[in-house]
């Protein structure tokens, strides 16, 4: 039995993305962030940088993984899955894996960070981290013109990328004239792995069409980020 410990983020989400893809048992833990959860010593003994999710593998020892591409390479080795054994194979999805790692997931998340939460708007970091957002949005669809997926076949990088991807509005990035992004986001979707797993631990689809729960969510999200 794997024990997750998440919010509902698009990191949160990588974690139980995977974990539903691969069909694995596992328990929920909310820890809830707007609280100060993460900073708990109980938390801090599992994860000792405070930020979820992470995971105790029951089954092995209760050990400890955190860092959620760490998560989603444990899974994958630990089931064979969605990362290949060949050395190509495993290089190309690991690549795609760490352009979200460094480049998608940061960058968004600092779009979110002055575009969102920080009450003083700053216009040019606004801008600086959404185009810097788009730039790698328009790198994803120019590799996606030729390729289905980002390596040869669906993988943990895929799943990494959609997790953050899908949120472009939270972010205030512009999908407009991706068509083959399009394309990928929406088969992503289509996977019923996927639309259950963005629902754990709880779900957040309203919060881009329901004005008031966005700004409930902000007022609670700013005490975590300048924190």
Known sequence: MIELYTAPTPNGHKASCTLEAMELPYEVHLVDISSGDQHKSEFRAINPNGRIPAIIDRDNNNFAVFESAAIMIYLAELTGKLLPSDINGRSKVLQWLMFQIGGVGPMMG??????????????????????????????????????????????????????????????????????????????????????????????????????????????????????
């Open 110 to 227: 600092q779009a979110n960070v002055f575009y969102r939460y920080l009450p003083e708007k700053i216009p040019t970091a606004i801008s600086r981290y959404q185009n810097e957002c788009r730039r790698l949005f328009e790198v994803l669809d120019t590799h996606l013109a030729d390729n289905e997926w980002l390596a040869d076949d669906f993988s943990i990088a895929d799943i990494a990328n959609w997790c953050w991807v899908r949120t472009y509005k939270w972010s205030g990035v512009s999908r407009d004239g991706l068509e083959n992004l399009d394309r990928w986001l929406g088969a992503i979707t289509e996977i019923p792995a996927m639309r259950k797993g963005v629902q754990v631990p709880v779900s957040m689809e309203s919060l881009i069409e329901n004005e008031k729960a966005a700004e409930e969510f902000i007022n609670k999200a700013r005490n975590s980020v300048q924190t």
